[in-house]
C-alpha cells in the first residue's frame, strides 16, 4: 500500500488520550512497530513519546481504513 507522503503533524487529541490511556506493554509494542520518521522525530526530542506514540497510532488506523477499502473493492470486483 502507498500512501501520499504528508506533512507531519502533530497528533489529534483524539490520539493523545489513545496513547495515554496504553499500558506499558501495549505502548512497548506500538514503539516496536514505530516507522522511521516518528523514531527520528522522538530522537530528536520534538516529540513526545506520548506524542509518537499517537502518531503510530493514528497512522495504524488511517492504514487499516485504506486497507479495508481496497478489500471492498476486490470483493465487489471479485462478484461481478
Not at 26 to 46: H, I, N, P, Q, V
Not at 57 to 74: G, H, P, S, V
Request: no cysteine.
Amino acid at each position: 500500500m502507498k500512501s501520499k507522503r504528508k506533512k507531519l503533524e502533530p497528533p489529534s487529541k483524539e490520539y493523545l488520550e489513545k496513547a495515554k490511556a496504553l499500558t506499558r506493554k501495549d505502548a512497548e509494542r506500538l514503539f516496536s512497530r514505530m516507522r522511521g520518521k516518528f523514531t527520528r522525530r522522538l530522537e530528536d526530542k520534538k516529540y513526545s513519546p506520548v506524542e509518537a506514540v499517537a502518531l503510530q497510532l493514528q497512522f495504524e488506523d488511517e492504514q487499516l481504513a485504506e486497507w479495508r477499502k481496497n478489500l471492498t473493492k476486490a470483493r465487489d470486483k471479485h462478484k461481478s
